[in-house]
T-cell receptor, first 114, second 120 residues
Framework: AQSVTQLDSQVPVFEEAPVELRCNYS??????LFWYVQYPNQGLQLLLKYLSGSTLVKGINGFEAEFNKSQTSFHLRKPSVHISDTAEYFC????????????FGKGTTLSVSS | GAVVSQHPSWVICKSGTSVKIECRSLDFQATTMFWYRQFPKQSLMLMAT?????????EQGVEKDKFLINHASLTLSTLTVTSAHPEDSSFYICSARDLGAGRAGANVLTFGAGSRLTVL
């Protein structure tokens, strides 16, 4: 079974500052990794994913994440955040097989202020 | 891109009644859909895996008789909350994988916008 730990429940930052949202996972098998964003009262939008290949993954809205197998981490980063990035961010993991469910971390609330 | 539609987006019902939530893949086919439940300020908890043409697979602790799942076609799965009670109030989200997405879309799930259920 897989599990995901998001180390920070809340991350407050100022606009244009860099941010890193941390995610660690555990699994006995190879995995796929994902970051999703959720705005209030909405569903989830995929930011980026790691399936295989390059460990540095670039996603939408200027976000990127790096898969580190030795540290079982998949931290999300953005060099300069905007007010509009304020949202809930979820890290998720699944077995590296199509059709398997995603297991989510508890989420990190990113609050960007001016 | 792939779109998953959920209906209704908001529903309020009286305690003891049943509520049906629909999840449709609008422009792709999905043999498997997943139902999640999200409590306020919390993560998504997988409730069940819905398989087209067969019974759903429920996660441990989820009551099969309370949360009835039907996956009658490749584009529609329904979740019926039977005899709803206030503790069933939650945000229910479905997701599906595009069968036609191929290797590039391997296990990338598209999520619906969610359905907020309030039981009075």
């Amino acid at each position: 079974a897989q599990s995901v730990t998001q180390l920070d429940s809340q991350v407050p930052v100022f606009e244009e500052a860099p941010v890193e949202l941390r995610c660690n996972y555990s699994s006995s098998v190879s995995v796929y990794l994902f970051w999703y964003v959720q705005y209030p009262n909405q569903g989830l939008q995929l930011l980026l994913k790691y399936l295989s290949g390059s460990t540095l993954v670039k996603g939408i809205n200027g976000f990127e994440a790096e898969f580190n197998k030795s540290q079982t981490s998949f931290h999300l980063r953005k060099p300069s955040v905007h007010i509009s990035d304020t949202a809930e961010y979820f890290c998720a993991v699944s077995e590296n097989q199509a059709g398997t469910a995603l297991i989510f971390g508890k989420g990190t609330t990113l609050s960007v202020s001016s | 891109g792939a779109v998953v539609s959920q209906h209704p987006s908001w529903v309020i019902c009286k305690s003891g009644t049943s509520v049906k939530i629909e999840c449709r893949s609008l422009d792709f086919q999905a043999t498997t859909m997943f139902w999640y439940r999200q409590f306020p300020k919390q993560s998504l908890m997988l409730m069940a895996t819905s398989n087209e043409g067969s019974k759903a697979t429920y996660e441990q602790g989820v009551e099969k008789d309370k949360f009835l799942i039907n996956h009658a076609s490749l584009t529609l799965s329904t979740l019926t909350v039977t005899s709803a009670h206030p503790e069933d109030s939650s945000f229910y989200i479905c997701s599906a994988r595009d069968l036609g997405a191929g290797r590039a879309g391997a296990n990338v799930l598209t999520f619906g916008a969610g359905s907020r259920l309030t039981v009075l």
